[in-house]
């Protein structure tokens, strides 16, 4: 048996910079991590006044190797070191955003914040010039770089803005010595360091507001007595009198139906505190798309010879705020990473000097406005101890925001971070100020070639005009939300959420949203039955503003009810969030009689016609449902009534046409008119050439099991993802439910991919009536690709002689270790062309545990990138059959799926050719 430690989230957001995710420490270590936590937080807790306490809490360093990542704690209780007993947590505590720690003690925060104001500018409020330019030049000599760096330390100020025009720049710039000296003169600064970068995105070509159509019948809109009995619901929680003398701007809508069902000042320009943060990550998703990634790039003066670089090397950061113990084992990791790539291409010596220049974020802190030449230095001094670690002698280390690369300069290598469908998780999710802000200027410097925010928020409000939102009163300082000069209004952030519903980028921006009652920054609220798992926002807090926007997928209706709520002059911040979470219950609630929700179809099979015209879909009864409502679409151009049937039976045949490529179809339950949740993406290809292949679904558990990833036990599109990433492939889906049910026969395909996900023994990874006819297939000459992250786990540890026997003889394999450290890997011996890849994907599956299989007996395919883990992909030595020790339907982008596929059954097929 195998315990895994949960930790909730009661001291994660208090006290994030200082825990991470103590769930992904050893057992050991665990212990030691939260204890460090609970005294942390006890001695906040225990300060004299509010600003000792921000001092405690900012004034800790990261422990090393923690992760920190998307918690699945039970978000009403925190566990208290040493006894294990959970006791009830004040909700207000688990946010620490914005440069304010939410206590009880509000009050007396704003008042310390008072008598701070002449003595402690705001966080925005410095020199313009440094940020503007970013002028900033340092050499930085070998010997004199520390290993370690405290980290910037400075207090945030909630204090009311001065009425003079918000300056933007940041000056605070932390040395790692005093011993820093200036060797030489630097290269001179004439281009940009992100010149390398594709040129900016025309912000005409981002698809406008609205192209796509509702794909199901139009809803049927609220009666006046509905509408009515909400409003009193929301107009009686902004009557308490904690609130009394508060700003307001508020907007209630009915995305499905387009009906207002309450409003009050939706015009008005107010402070959106964390609420910044959407308008950031929409701009960034709509301009380079979800699976964007920044890189980090290795040039040097000439190719080294003989292991040596006769000349400089020059390290160019490119903004990638990831680099985090969000995403890696430590902040510091991407840069191991690169000199041991730098090792791999020849590099033994560096005769000249190591110029780190650009834009780099190591272990950015939540609480603080980004701090360029704050990070460029730990980047340096990270670098500077990796070489060292790996016996490459260098020159001195020099940092520069610009240089001016030498005509001819090689490129060595480069690093790529997770997909910005991922790294916008913790900006919005966790509310992380310094990766909002990294992101803003990262648009700024693409769309502008310019390092301010300003350039920034140009951007944005052009993006939101060319969407048809009025950009009256709209104004923007930073990234974060940080700055009191920010102003916005509920209709402008309602109106973004909607566009957002109707994106291409939709999936991406919803899953990095906060969920109430489950994870991030509304951990500690909306935890009622109507609305656990089913609120997905962003909250924001600064002195005296407290702000929730989102959407609300309503539990009896299946609607989308968006709301955008801004309070400014506040007296109580615990008050008004208790006041959010009224108006939102106001409308969560069966207010329609619709009774029962009903539950989301389990599709059985998607299978193909032989001429290709057609294809049979089935699925399962839903109780209560007296039809169903199916939709297809081909390569996800878009759901469209054009496209959807509505049928009373158990199956139906989806006309095919001459489409070539896979077409994805849905399924939801009707009842009078009122949809359930979505069924999971299933895909065929009804290609008259080629082999056929069968994508098998065993991954219950995604849906039986709430997770930030899937709060409300809905459909997946996992299978979906992977057909769209093969080409030339004749591709039908079952559930492996219907495949061991004898409801499809797997001997009619010449190729098997089932797909695991994070399948364990919760819900049996592989059945033993699985495991036979897997093994019969297989024994009949079919190829077996099948990937899963508690796979070996699973047959290893559940005892069984015939687990243990399929997963030796059958796999070739076995399980050296549950977890490997990292989720990147990249290809070895016959998978030496696939790149490193990324497979975090914390906004739908977060894989925790993936597999480090045994290749003793096999041939290692894939190796996940650290030193300390072995195999990610192993090939039986015999049998045309690969294992994968992670879910193959979480790699992040379509590209790296596409070429992973392709190797992955190339690698696979010619095991099965004579």
Aim: glycine share 8%.
């Amino acid at each position: 048996m195998k315990y895994r430690l949960s930790v909730t989230l009661s001291l994660l957001f208090t006290c994030a910079p200082v825990v991470g995710h103590i769930g992904a420490l050893p057992a050991s270590a665990q212990h030691v991590a939260r204890d460090r936590a609970h005294a942390v937080g006890q001695r906040a807790a225990e300060s004299t006044t509010p600003a000792e306490a921000v001092r405690i809490l900012l004034g800790e360093s990261p422990p090393v190797n923690t992760r920190v990542r998307p918690s699945t704690a039970t978000p009403e209780t925190q566990t208290q070191p040493g006894n294990g007993v959970s006791t009830p947590r004040d909700e207000a505590a688990t946010e620490v955003s914005n440069g304010s720690v939410h206590s009880a003690t509000d009050a007396a925060i704003d008042a310390d914040a008072d008598a701070q104001r002449t003595s402690s500018p705001d966080l925005h409020d410095t020199d313009a010039t440094t940020a503007g330019g970013d002028t900033s030049n340092r050499v930085i000599p070998d010997a004199a770089v520390a290993d370690t760096a405290e980290p910037n330390t400075a207090e945030p100020n909630t204090a009311e803005p001065n009425t003079a025009e918000p300056n933007t720049a940041n000056p605070n710039t932390v040395t790692l010595n005093a011993e820093i000296a200036d060797i030489g003169e630097p290269p001179t600064l004439t281009r940009r360091a992100l010149g390398a970068l594709a040129p900016a995105v025309d912000v005409a070509t981002v698809p406008q507001r609205n192209q796509r159509s509702h794909s199901a019948p139009p809803a049927m809109p609220f009666d006046e007595d509905v509408i009515n009995t909400i409003q009193s619901g929301i107009r009686s929680a902004l009557s308490r009198d904690e609130v009394a003398g508060h700003w307001l701007s508020a907007l209630v809508m009915d995305f499905e139906t387009g009906q207002v069902l309450f409003e009050e000042n939706p015009g008005r320009a107010l402070k959106p505190a964390s609420n910044t943060k959407l308008f950031t990550t929409a701009a960034a998703l709509a301009l380079y798309g979800a699976d964007h990634q920044f890189v980090t790039r290795v040039y040097a003066d000439s190719a080294p010879i003989d292991g040596v670089i006769d000349g400089d090397l020059y390290i160019v950061g490119g903004y990638d705020f990831t680099w985090s113990d969000y995403f890696y084992p430590a902040g510091d990791w991407p840069v191991e990473i690169i000199v041991r790539q730098l090792r791999d291409a020849g590099v033994e010596r560096i005769e000249g000097s190591v110029h780190v220049v650009g834009t780099f974020i190591i272990n950015p802190h939540n609480f603080h406005a980004f701090d360029r030449d704050d990070h460029r230095s730990h980047a340096a001094s990270a670098f500077s101890r990796h070489l060292r670690r790996a016996d490459i002698p260098a020159g001195a280390i020099r940092t520069s925001g610009e240089v001016e690369l030498p005509p001819g300069a090689t490129e060595l290598t480069r690093f790529y971070s997770p997909s910005l469908a991922s790294a916008v998780v913790p900006i919005n999710r966790i509310s992380h100020n310094e990766m909002a802000d990294a992101l803003m200027l990262y648009i700024a410097e693409r769309q502008r070639a310019s390092s301010d925010y300003i350039a920034g928020s140009d951007v944005t409000a052009e993006l939101l005009t060319h969407w048809g939102i009025d950009t009256e009163g709209f104004r923007l300082f930073d990234g974060s939300g940080l700055n009191h000069d920010n102003r916005v209004t509920a209709r402008q952030l309602l109106e973004l959420i909607e566009v957002a519903q109707h994106s291409d980028w939709s999936d991406a921006f919803n899953q990095s949203l906060s969920i109430g009652g489950v994870d991030g920054t509304l951990s500690g609220r909306l935890s009622g039955a109507d609305t656990v798992g089913r609120v997905f926002g962003k909250t924001g807090t600064i002195n005296r503003v407290v702000t929730t926007s989102g959407f609300l997928l309503h539990r009896n209706m299946n609607h989308r009810i968006g709301f955008a709520i801004l309070m400014n002059e506040l007296s109580s911040q615990d008050a008004a969030r208790a006041v959010h979470n009224r108006m939102i219950d106001a409308f969560a609630g069966d207010i329609t009689d619709a009774g029962t929700p009903l539950d989301n179809p389990e599709l059985g099979t998607l299978v193909s016609n032989a001429d290709g015209t057609g294809a049979r879909l089935s699925w399962r009864d839903v109780r209560g449902a007296d039809a169903y409502h199916i939709e297809w679409t081909s390569a996800r151009r878009g759901w469209s009534q054009s496209s959807s049937t509505i049928v009373t039976g158990r199956s139906t045949e989806i006309p095919t046409g001459a489409n070539e490529g896979p077409l994805l179809v849905r399924v939801r339950a009707m009842r009078e008119g009122v949809f359930g949740p979505t069924s999971d993406m299933y895909a065929v290809v009804p290609a008259s050439r080629g082999s056929r292949l069968l994508l098998v679904d065993g991954n219950q558990r995604f849906e039986n099991q709430i997770s930030a990833g899937n709060a409300i036990g809905a459909g997946h599109d996992f299978i979906a993802q992977v057909a769209l990433a093969l080409a030339d492939e004749r591709v039908d889906s079952a559930s492996s439910q219907a495949v061991a049910g004898g409801e499809i026969d797997p001997g009619a395909y010449a190729t098997l991919v089932w797909l695991l996900g994070e399948e364990s023994s919760d819900n049996v990874t592989l059945s033993e009536r699985e495991r036979a006819l897997l093994r019969r297939f297989v024994a009949g000459g079919g190829e077996l690709l099948i990937s899963g992250s508690e796979l070996a786990f699973d047959l290893s540890e559940r005892g069984s002689a015939d687990a243990l026997a399929f997963l030796s003889d059958s796999l070739a394999t076995g399980l050296v270790s549950d977890s490997a450290r990292v989720e990147m890997a990249a290809g070895t011996g016959p998978c030496a062309q696939q790149p490193p890849l990324h497979f975090l994907a914390p906004g739908t599956m977060s894989v925790r545990y993936p597999d480090v299989l045994d290749d003793s007996a096999a041939t290692r395919c894939l190796s996940y990138l650290d030193d300390d883990d072995g195999a990610a992909a192993v090939l039986h030595p015999e049998l045309p059959v690969l294992t994968v020790g992670f879910p193959i339907e979480a790699v992040e982008t379509a590209g790296a799926r596409e070429r992973l596929m392709a190797i992955l059954l190339g690698t696979l097929r010619s095991r099965s050719t004579p």
